[in-house]
């Protein structure tokens, strides 16, 4: 089965930048919509960004400004480009993706894909 692979994240002072990227493990023919979410402790999962396989965006209201998506659609990749942190963007990082084809006939379709997480600390 495909799985989302997540790269990136770690630990960095506040103002630090820091760089996610996300891609699927197996051959995917296309991906409608490749996101971030992410979690804090003791708060509920939230979009972070997302982008569609034409190029629009989505950015939480607390990201905009400091946090850039892109994606590769030839490699059905996704990247976030997380500037001037805070503290605040302390969280487990997910990646999603939705409407999943993987080729074949006939073609495998999943409606939802999550990345196993990964963690950004920002330090004050």
């Known amino acids: 089965q495909v799985q989302l692979v997540e790269s990136g994240g770690g630990l960095v002072q506040a103002g630090g930048s820091l760089s996610l990227s996300c891609a699927p493990s197996g051959s995917v023919f296309s991906i409608y919509a490749m996101g971030w979410y992410r979690q804090a402790p003791g708060k509920q999962c939230e979009l972070v960004a997302d982008?569609?396989?034409?190029?629009?965006?989505n950015y939480a209201d607390s990201v905009k400004g400091r946090f850039t998506i892109s994606r590769d659609n030839a490699k059905n990749t996704v990247y976030l480009q997380m500037n001037s942190l805070k503290p605040e963007d302390t969280a487990i990082y997910y990646c999603n993706a939705k409407k999943i084809t993987i080729g074949g006939i006939p073609a495998t379709r999943y409606p939802e894909l999550w990345g196993q997480g990964t963690l950004v600390t920002v330090s004050s």
């Open positions: 982008i569609t396989s034409g190029g629009s965006t």
